[in-house]
């Protein structure tokens, strides 16, 4: 009985490590081949402080002030509005 249920957990473990991995993997697959390009223009216009005021200040709002936390979800931002941006002009 004892190996019976150490084989169950066992089996329940390989299934919720299986489903992690398909999840990361479809969103890995949902994200876009420029994503990099535009984290990094995201990252270089943080580091050049050429942002956006409004998306900044959208980001701080998000962080509650720590600005550690809002260049990350600044990033996200950006790469958010990049991605739109391309895909209005796609559809031109």
Known sequence: M???LAFLALALLVGACYFIY??????????DKNDLQRFMVANRELHLQRIDHALWDSAMQIASGDEGVARARYIELR???MKSEATAEAAR
């Open 79 to 81: 790469v958010k509005q």
């Open 22 to 31: 398909r999840r990361s993997m479809a969103s890995a697959d949902a994200t």
């Open 2 to 4: 004892a190996t019976f």
